[in-house]
Structures are given as structure tokens and as C-alpha cells.
């Protein structure tokens, strides 16, 4: 069973840095599209980053050139880098995995616990 755990939240403020890191077990996470999501409270849970494996990154307009994604597959680990935050980045951020054939995606996402990130003003 794939089980992602999260780690790096915390609070900052405005114009700091965070990294956080979701490492996967249970499989290789070679085999997996891994990628950020975030939720607000009384907001849908929206895409951050999403860093298939073997394709270029993407980024929600939002984050773009402020946050980077990467991946080190020999430790099943996904990174967030998050520069210049915001307060409006204040948000639970989830870890998701999703089994990747080729350039698409199949099958269950697999999400952490989330980890909170706090941007005070």
C-alpha cells in the first residue's frame, strides 16, 4: 500500500522560504506523477506542482517562478521549494501520487496527511 508522508510546514513570513518533502513508501516512486495540491479553508483543494516522472513540471499561474518542484526517485522523494511566500499561500499542503503509464495517469491518488504552511503578514 502507497503511503505519503509530509514534512517542512510551518510558519513564515511574508517573503520567507519553506521546503517541504513527501516521501513515499510501499512502491517506487518512479512509477508515480508526484505533485503538491493545496487547500484554504472554505476553498476547493487546488494543484500546485505536479512533476510527472520523466516530463516537464507544471505549475499553477499562482506559484509559477516563485515555487519549484523536484523529485529525487533514488530516496522516493518529492520536493516543494517555496520562495518569496505570500499570505495568501497560507494553506494545508497535501502530497498526492498518482501511478503514471507513459504520460498518462491511471488508477487511485494516493494523498498525505498534509502539512501546514502559515505566511504571516
Known amino acids: 500500500q502507497v503511503q505519503l508522508v509530509e514534512s517542512g510546514g510551518g510558519l513564515v513570513e511574508s517573503g520567507g522560504s519553506l521546503r517541504l518533502s513527501c516521501e513515499l513508501s510501499?512502491?517506487?516512486?518512479?512509477?508515480?506523477?508526484m505533485g503538491w495540491y493545496r487547500q484554504s479553508p472554505g476553498k476547493q483543494r487546488e494543484m500546485v506542482a505536479l512533476?510527472?516522472?520523466?516530463?516537464?513540471?507544471t505549475y499553477a499561474d499562482s506559484v509559477r517562478d516563485r515555487f519549484a518542484i523536484s523529485r529525487d526517485n533514488a530516496k522516493n522523494t518529492v520536493f516543494l521549494q517555496m520562495n518569496n511566500l505570500k499570505p495568501q499561500d497560507t494553506a494545508v499542503y497535501y502530497c498526492?501520487?498518482?501511478?503514471?503509464?507513459?504520460?498518462?495517469?491511471?488508477?487511485?491518488?494516493?494523498w498525505g496527511q498534509g502539512t501546514q504552511v502559515t505566511v504571516s503578514s
Open positions: 498526492n501520487a498518482k501511478f503514471q503509464l507513459g504520460s498518462r495517469t491511471i488508477g487511485t491518488d494516493f
Open positions: 512533476a510527472p516522472s520523466g516530463h516537464d513540471a
Open positions: 510501499g512502491s517506487v516512486s518512479s512509477q508515480f506523477r
